[in-house]
């Protein structure tokens, strides 16, 4: 009698607890009936926190169109490099994934300079984030956006294979040979 009783209530309970879940996580979309966000996000090596506008505290740097666009927008104030430069950085951003797990340790090759002045013996690196692991771009893709990654890249030969729609001026090694001409790419 008292297990027929215990699995009723537990049977109530999950199917309470299902409805809930579902209300819960219904898309603002949905129930608000408005688009979604759009999202820009922007990447900057060397960008120290003062080095915008809009948090400089002396005047010295001047972005009007940054001061604008973070004036009407959700500015993180606090975060942390997955990373100690560019490409392992960028590779823990776009995979959620540790620099050992990905693999991407520096902008390759890792045992760069003379080996006779190297103090320490290099960590094998790989190049390219593998086309397998789910980018943030590919995310972004799966509920509707399209995504664009705009300028170096580092982590494969182009951005496309791993989400983006649009990649203009990003591959594995530095920027193109031509400089970018905006009014050139179909995308502008």
């Known amino acids: 009698m008292i297990s027929k009783t215990f699995n009723a209530l537990l049977n109530a309970a999950n199917t309470l607890s299902k409805l809930c879940f579902t209300l819960l996580f219904i898309p603002c979309a949905a129930i608000c009936n408005e688009s979604p ?13 003062a080095d915008v506008g809009y948090n400089d505290r002396n005047n010295v740097f001047q972005t009007p169109n940054i001061d604008a666009l973070a004036s009407k927008s959700m500015v993180f104030t606090d975060a942390y490099a997955g ?21 991407i340790y520096t902008v390759s ?12 013996i290099a960590t094998k690196n790989t190049d390219i984030l593998d086309d397998s692991v789910v980018t943030l771009a590919e995310l972004f893709k799966s509920q509707g956006y399209t995504t664009g990654s705009f300028g170096k ?14 990649n203009v001026a990003g591959h594995l090694k530095r920027s193109p040979k031509v400089l970018l001409q905006p009014l050139q790419h179909a995308f502008f």
């Open 83 to 103: 990373a100690s430069n560019c490409a392992p950085s960028r590779a823990v951003l776009m995979s959620g994934q540790y620099t050992p797990r990905h693999g």
């Open 37 to 49: 966000p759009n999202v820009l996000l922007i990447v900057v090596d060397d960008l120290g926190w």
């Open 153 to 166: 890249w580092h982590l494969g030969q182009d951005a496309k294979s791993q989400g983006f729609d649009h």
């Open 109 to 120: 090759p890792s045992d760069r300079g003379h080996p006779k002045t190297r103090r320490l």
